[in-house]
């Protein structure tokens, strides 16, 4: 995703851009004969590896002496973002179903 960076991206967009990204790679897994992750359980895992790395890089910033507030709390704010798609996994990407009924009819 850090080539098509969006800045300053809304929640649905961030979501929708984390699960096509995800979803396009087990396309082409799929195409090279390896099994498609079709219940995104790699994807779970990588955002929760995410969220230690986020918590641990937060820890680290607020044990240096002079370290802006303002620092955490963006790391803070990203991990927010990492939170939220394993909940949507969980929630079987309801929030973003609505934009696909012209294809499930």
Not at 70 to 98: G, Q, T
Request: hydrophobic share 40%; net charge negative; aromatic share 8%.
């Amino acid at each position: 995703m850090v080539r098509y960076h969006i800045p300053l991206s809304s929640e649905n967009e961030t979501i929708m851009r984390a699960m096509s990204m995800y979803t396009l790679a087990q396309y082409f897994k799929h195409k090279t004969g390896e099994p498609p992750d079709m219940d995104l359980e790699g994807l779970r895992k990588i955002y929760d590896e995410l969220q230690t790395v986020n918590m641990t890089m937060a820890e680290r910033l607020r044990s240096v002496e002079g370290t802006p507030s303002s620092s955490v709390n963006s790391l803070i704010l990203l991990d927010m973002y990492a939170k939220m798609i394993p909940k949507e996994i969980d929630n079987s990407l309801k929030d973003l179903a609505y934009l696909f009924q012209s294809f499930l009819h």
